[in-house]
């Protein structure tokens, strides 16, 4: 077998392709975190705490003196714990919506337990058997 023939076979096999799709899918579906975290959720946060924006908090580790961390990160090296805090919370939307979505496939996939089927009735026991036989023979 050839090469080029081993990798097509490879290539076109269900689970690499279903890889890809899945790869692809969750990217779109990280920028749809990102954006109802950063768009949605982070200005709520922010409006309950009394205006606070996570993304502008760092520390500066070059002796900057900018106040935004766009202007801290042109002078030099910082420490953005604000970005981490938001991704944080993205990975945990992230985690909980692919939980929530899991769980219901699971759910789907449990295909309905059918009724269990009549069983046979267990062997008479021989005492049993035998005086069903006597009581047979007296009633003649």
Known sequence: ???FSEFKE???KGNVVDL???VII????????DSLV???????VSKIFGG?????YFIPLAGQTATTLADAKKQGVVL???SFITVSLNFIILAFVIFL???QINRLKRAPEAAPAPAEPPPTPEDIQLLREIRDSLKR
């Not at 606070?52 to 502008?56: A, E, I, K, Q, R």
């Open 38 to 44: 950063g768009d949605v959720i982070m200005p709520v």
């Open 20 to 22: 890809a799709v899945g």
């Open 80 to 82: 953005a714990y604000g």
């Open 101 to 103: 979505m899991i769980k």
């Open 1 to 3: 077998m050839s090469f």
């Open 10 to 12: 490879f290539a076109v």
């Open 26 to 33: 969750g990217g779109a579906f990280g920028k749809i975190v």
């Open 52 to 56: 606070l924006d996570f993304s502008n």
